[in-house]
């Protein structure tokens, strides 16, 4: 044989082998444990636009979000929460409930241009939601009252995006 | 000390505490993998109920729900899903899909009582679900079209329950 196809026989494959899956099924491990944990009992996320202000930075803010307060059904009119929006399944979006079902919530049609607002009774399984800047907000005032079922979690904590790097930064040196 | 207390100092707590510690770890790490793959691979689920007959019974099927379909997207019309009822958070519910974001879709509105139907276009992101009993079910000629993020699996294999 060749001194190459000696080299390659004579390498230990079982071992590697061995060694590698282990090493793959504890990272494996690894990440279920922290997708359950990110999915059901705390998460961050990023949140950025200007639907929120000025409760919640133009440019881009980290928040915690409590997944286990929405899966309890422990969400009250006021409370910031992480859903996913009815227009596009693939973009989470965070708004404010303004009321839970049964509740009759006024808005303003058109808040820039005039004054006429309407009052809707949000029905049985339904929240309403509203962005705090109603000017620059597509919230439930266009898309109407949303099922419960999509409010993916509450957000609980808030922090500018310059201080979480900030401070992760002093942490690390 | 007495017999029962010298008995329970020299019990092995360290190893004892140990011993548990790690078979619960391990039992946590089992409980963790299998809601991984119940959450976003493939999943089991018991129905009952007249709504889906006579694709279903009315005493119970077990289904083989696949949610990776649903995560990418690939959902039509004709399929079965099992979906968050907008009525009860709740409650999870299987219909079918009639129509998808843009289609115009016609339903009876009394199917016992009259002829008159209506024609309704699915709004952008949402589905419009109807149960294959339309005689008694509760689906979209109700609580009208339903956000795609209510749906949570696409059902693809059922069996009767009594085979169980």
Redesign the interface.
Same mark, same amino acid.
């Given at each position: 044989m060749s001194g190459f196809a000696r080299r390659l026989a004579g390498f230990p494959w079982r071992e590697f082998a061995a060694d590698a899956f282990s090493r793959v099924f504890l990272i494996a491990?690894a990440v279920?444990?922290v997708?359950?944990v990110n999915?059901h009992v705390c998460s961050l996320a990023v949140v950025t636009g200007p639907s929120m202000l000025p409760s919640m930075n133009l440019a881009g803010d980290v928040v915690a979000v409590d997944r286990v307060s929405a899966r309890l059904?422990r969400v009250a009119s006021g409370d910031a929460v992480l859903l #996913?929006?009815?227009?596009?399944?693939?973009k989470p979006v965070v708004k404010r409930v303004l009321g839970m079902e049964g509740d009759a919530v006024t808005f303003l049609v058109d808040p820039g241009n005039s004054d006429e607002s309407r009052t809707v009774v949000v029905?049985?399984?339904?929240v309403w939601v509203q962005g705090d800047n109603i000017y620059a907000s597509r919230d439930s005032r266009h898309f109407g009252p949303?099922?419960?079922?999509? #409010?993916t979690g509450k957000v609980f904590c808030r922090s500018s995006m310059a201080m979480v790097c900030l401070v992760s930064l002093t942490l690390n040196f």
């Open positions: 491990q279920c444990a997708h359950v999915a059904g #996913i929006s009815p227009e596009d399944p693939r029905p049985q399984g339904h949303i099922p419960y079922g999509l #409010i």
